[in-house]
């Protein structure tokens, strides 16, 4: 009942930043957990940050640690990735997700996917 649209990516140098945006449709956003995961061409897809319904609560995977934020603002129904210090081993394909579930580090506990918006760290 949720439809996810990325925005924000693009081609930045490494040690450079990007906010990433992905933007829901609907009047549910509130009660939805939200996580962000990347692709990278030939790899899995990998858990990134994820943040509770409320905005209280997040965890990381340990490779971003220190150098992303994941936020939202659900008056605008909308989540934000701040990515600080690429590096291009961050460059892939990245998702954003929403699950049912208070939060989520695992792939097949999102119920709900955007098509992903592409970001490339040059060195």
């Known amino acids: 009942q949720v439809q996810l649209v990325e925005s924000g990516g693009g081609l930045v140098q490494a040690g450079g930043s990007l906010r990433l945006s992905c933007a829901a449709s609907g009047r549910s956003f509130n009660s939805y957990g939200m996580g962000w995961f990347r692709q990278a061409p030939g790899k899995e897809r990998e858990f990134v940050a994820t943040i509770s319904r409320d905005g209280d609560n997040t965890v990381y995977t340990d490779s971003v640690k220190a150098r992303f934020t994941i936020s939202r603002d659900n008056a605008k129904n909308t989540v934000y990735l701040q990515m600080n210090s690429l590096k291009p081993e961050d460059t892939a394909v990245y998702y954003c997700?929403?699950?049912?579930?208070?939060?989520?580090?695992?792939?097949?506990?999102?119920?709900?996917w955007g098509q992903g918006t592409q970001v490339t760290v040059s060195s």
């Open positions: 997700a929403a699950t049912y579930y208070y939060t989520g580090t695992k792939s097949y506990e999102y119920d709900y």
